[in-house]
Nanobody, 115 residues
C-alpha cells in the first residue's frame, strides 16, 4: 500500500509564494516519477510538474520560471516551490507517484490566490 500525504496549501495574495510538500510511504519502487497536478473547479486535472528519481524535471509552460520542483529520495518527499503566484494558479493540487503500471495520488491540497 502506497500513501501520499500533502501539506503546504493555503490562501495567498497574487505575487506571493507557497511551498507544497508530499511525503510518500509504503512499497515504492526505487525508480519512479513524482509530480504535482492541479484541478480547478469545473476543469480537468492537469500536469504542473514532475521529477524523476534521477532528477529529470518537466513543467507545464504556464509555470515555467515561477515554480520549481525538487525531491529528496531518502525522505521519499517531493516539493513544489511556487513563486509569483497568480489567481489562475488557484486549484486543488495533487501529488502523484508512478512507476511502470503503478500510479498513486494524494488527497489534494487547496491553493487559493486572491486579493
Amino acid at each position: 500500500q502506497v500513501q501520499l500525504v500533502e501539506s503546504g496549501g493555503g490562501l495567498v495574495q497574487p505575487g506571493e509564494s507557497l511551498r507544497l510538500s508530499c511525503a510518500a510511504s509504503g512499497s515504492i519502487f526505487s525508480r519512479n516519477v513524482m509530480g504535482w497536478y492541479r484541478q480547478a473547479p469545473g476543469k480537468q486535472r492537469v500536469l504542473v510538474a514532475t521529477i524523476s528519481t534521477e532528477g529529470v524535471k518537466r513543467y507545464v509552460d504556464s509555470v515555467k520560471g515561477r515554480f520549481a520542483i525538487s525531491r529528496d529520495n531518502v525522505k521519499k518527499t517531493v516539493y513544489l516551490q511556487m513563486n509569483s503566484l497568480k489567481p489562475e494558479d488557484t486549484a486543488t493540487y495533487y501529488c502523484n507517484i508512478q512507476w511502470g503500471r503503478d500510479n498513486y495520488w494524494g488527497q489534494g491540497t487547496q491553493v487559493t490566490v486572491s486579493s
